[in-house]
């Protein structure tokens, strides 16, 4: 595979804070999993990518701010309220624009997949301005930076925003970490993910993605792959990491999320991590009637980041974790994977009974 020497594997290590910005939206899905034909109510909650990294981090103890741009009405003040009570440092959120963000979700079930529909143009922060974000303000006491390919997708604006902000923390000598989350639905603006991405990660650290990011946003190919049959070979994905890590050699780590999708109630969940010379594979979970499966790649970033902070030296501890993780965030109503620590460590242990905690 030649893979590059360049890429380091010496751990990372922290003592400040980790920050994450982006979108955070109103959700609103019909109860029960109905359809939205069906509906006369909605649970009504927030989430976004880069929210739930950071509420996830919070859960497991871990410093955290997060930077978004919200409305100045009852809806952005309730935004904010909804992430404080879940321990996510907001001062730094800016206020202003028209409008949050809206995603409507219909929850699946067995044989009939979920369904997103976005109402999110013209948001706050799509409207943001690069002048609006004060750096040194922001980055301050800051040691890791995350971000996802979402962010850019939305707005030609926040495209420049997000690749100011990872120059200012390559500059300021932050750790960056990205998800490439590929969302079709939101490049609109007259660019492509392989305009705007390549030049973005080439200032990161780490990179997490799944197969069809890999495709879309980088345009690397996992050869052989068929999600739809439930059993993914972790060799084939070995080439994507490999050729990530020999096209962008700043990157330190690799992460891939491995996804069966049987149906919408049951999913096989496994992951990989890479760190140039050697391939790291997580134990396989069956997860079965799954409650709720938006957020699962943000709970495993999460995992990632809380675990390469934490477990310096055992690469394949950092993965189980985050594997293990991102399994819970299936049992979780809501975008947030609302589980401590000690929970995700039980999980590693191979307790998956479900057993009532007394």
């Known amino acids: 595979m030649g893979f590059n020497h360049l890429v380091k594997t010496e751990m990372l290590t922290m003592s400040g804070k980790v920050l994450t910005l982006g979108e955070i939206m109103l959700r609103l899905s019909p109860p029960y999993f109905k359809r939205f034909t069906q509906t006369r109510s909605f649970d009504v909650i927030f989430g976004g990518g ?110 420049e925003i997000c690749l100011s902000a990872v120059k200012e923390a390559k500059k300021r000598g932050i750790t960056i970490s990205c998800d490439l989350n590929y969302r079709n639905k939101l490049w609109k603006y007259g660019k492509s993910p392989l305009d705007v991405m390549p030049e973005l990660v080439k200032n990161c650290d780490i990179a997490i993605g799944n197969e069809e990011d890999a495709e879309k946003v980088l345009g690397i190919n996992a050869p052989d792959t068929d999600v739809t049959s439930g059993k993914l070979d972790p060799e084939k994905y070995k080439y994507v990491m490999g050729t990530i890590t020999q096209q962008y050699p700043n990157l330190k780590f690799v992460g891939i999320t491995l996804r069966g999708s049987i149906s919408a109630s049951h999913n096989t969940w496994a992951g990989l991590l890479y760190n140039g010379k050697d391939m790291f594979v997580s134990p396989h979970y069956e997860i079965t009637h799954i409650v709720d499966r938006v957020g699962g790649g943000d709970s495993f970033v999460a995992g990632l980041i809380y675990g390469l902070l934490n477990f310096k030296d055992d690469l394949q501890e950092v993965l189980n974790f985050a594997v293990a993780a991102s399994c819970l965030k299936h049992t979780i109503f809501g975008d947030f994977n609302l589980v401590t620590v000690d929970e995700v460590r039980k999980i590693m242990k191979g307790d998956v009974s479900g057993r009532v905690s007394r």
Not at 111 to 116: L, N, T
Request: charged share 20%; net charge negative; hydrophobic share 45%.
């Open 50 to 159: 880069e929210a739930n990294v950071a509420v996830s981090l919070a859960n497991f103890g871990i410093n955290v701010d997060y930077v978004t741009r919200l409305p100045k009405n009852d809806l952005g003040d309730a935004c904010i309220q909804y992430l404080r009570q879940f321990g996510v440092n907001t001062d730094k959120i800016l206020r202003g624009g028209d409008r949050l963000g809206i995603y409507f979700l219909e929850i699946g079930a067995s044989a009939r997949s979920s369904k997103v529909i976005y109402d999110r143009d013209n948001s706050a922060i799509a409207t943001a301005d690069l002048g609006m974000f004060d750096w040194d303000t922001i980055f301050k006491d800051i040691e890791w930076f995350h971000w996802t390919g979402i962010t850019p997708a939305i707005s030609q604006n926040l495209a």
